[in-house]
């Protein structure tokens, strides 16, 4: 089973930026489309932003979409997630994993997560 590392949170005043990093052991990052999504305690899990495999098509949440970019590097099997513009609602703990509203491959745990705060 594999299970992703995040990291890159942190604590932020509204409008600042964080970029979030994701390492995925093995071949098996490449030929997934990956996804981040967020949490915050007592909601369910949110999609935020999906990319494809290769990288060339992404999409992105409404409450994100303009201020964050999702990107990849299949070589140093590393997912990102720049995030700008940060607001306080935007708090949550993140999370990759493949996108499961697609097909995806292999067994994947979800990982500790990275804590975002943003402080208005």
Do not use: H
Not at 20 to 45: D, H
Not at 46 to 52: D, H, Q
């Amino acid at each position: 089973q594999v299970q992703p590392v995040e990291s890159g949170g942190g604590l932020v005043q509204t409008g600042g930026s964080l970029r979030l990093s994701c390492v995925v052991s093995g071949s098996i990052f490449s030929i997934n489309a990956m996804a981040w999504y967020r949490q915050t305690p007592g909601k369910e899990r949110e999609l935020v932003a999906t990319i494809t495999s290769s990288g060339g098509s992404t999409n992105y949440a409404t409450s994100v979409k303009g201020r964050c970019t999702i990107s990849r590097d299949n070589v140093k099997r590393t997912l990102y997630l720049q995030m700008n513009s940060l607001k306080p609602e935007d708090t949550a703990v993140y999370y990759c994993n493949p996108d499961r509203s697609t097909k995806w491959f292999g067994y994947f745990d979800w990982g500790q997560g990275t804590q975002v705060t943003v402080s208005s």
